[in-house]
């Protein structure tokens, strides 16, 4: 079980307000907040966000860099895949591989991809659904 992740961004304002409301969605609780951070936990388990120092904004984050390449979050259902792609939309965030989204992870991984303000790649899945229970 991952206990926590800290993830320095460039601004913190910009951060709160992206994952703020994802978060919310995914039944986080705001866990701890001070002048330079903020965390949000569901369970054991809490993302922090902490705005990096002035001097270390030279080179930027980038995904195919030695580092983190994305977080990816459990869905409780496709159609919680889906309203949140309408409000991701709805905000005016660009979804990633719109030519095969929700199947972009292949045809049984029903998910939707976006950035957030530091281009940090965030997937939400939704659970797999057995093909037999469902009637096709």
């Keep these: 079980m991952l206990h926590h992740l800290e993830i320095y961004v460039s601004n913190l304002a ?3 307000e992206f994952w703020g409301w994802f978060l919310k969605e995914l039944g986080y609780e705001p866990y701890q907040k001070w002048d330079l951070g903020i965390s949000w936990k569901y369970r054991d388990t809490y993302l922090v966000f902490v705005q990096v120092e002035e001097r270390f904004m030279d080179i930027p984050y980038h995904r195919s860099r030695v580092g983190l390449n994305h977080l990816a979050f459990h869905a409780e259902s496709q159609e919680q895949v889906d309203q949140i792609t309408e409000q991701l939309i709805g905000r005016g965030i660009f979804i990633l591989y719109q030519d095969r989204h929700p199947f ?5 991984h029903y998910a939707v991809f976006f950035e957030d303000p530091d281009r940090i790649k965030v ?9 037999d229970s469902s009637g096709n």
């Design 14 to 16: 910009k951060t709160k």
């Design 104 to 108: 972009a992870g292949g045809n049984s």
């Design 123 to 131: 997937e939400l899945v939704a659970p797999k659904v057995d093909k």
